[in-house]
């Protein structure tokens, strides 16, 4: 009788720590997604000068990024 209530108990726990285990998951997903949401990607500008009008009319400083592979 003693083996059957430790088997049941054993059924139990790990059920419970499952049940953990996919709340904490889930949780976790659901966190991650509401971050992901929020990030606001760049803006690039195509050319030069719309990147210098874009630059005058909101009073910010501006980054050239350029590369070769001479």
């Given at each position: 009788?003693?083996?059957?209530?430790?088997?049941?108990?054993?059924?139990?726990t790990?059920?419970?720590?499952n049940?953990?285990?996919?709340?904490?998951?889930?949780?976790?997903v659901?966190?991650?997604?509401?971050?992901?949401?929020?990030?606001?990607?760049?803006?690039?500008?195509?050319?030069?000068?719309?990147?210098?009008?874009?630059?005058?009319?909101?009073?910010?400083?501006?980054?050239?990024?350029?590369?070769?592979d001479?």
């Open positions: 009788l003693t083996i059957a209530r430790q088997k049941l108990m054993i059924n139990k790990a059920k419970w720590n049940r953990i285990s996919i709340m904490f998951s889930l949780l976790l659901i966190t991650l997604n509401l971050y992901a949401v929020g990030v606001e990607t760049l803006q690039w500008a195509n050319s030069v000068g719309e990147g210098m009008e874009e630059a005058k009319k909101t009073n910010k400083p501006i980054m050239i990024d350029f590369y070769t001479w």
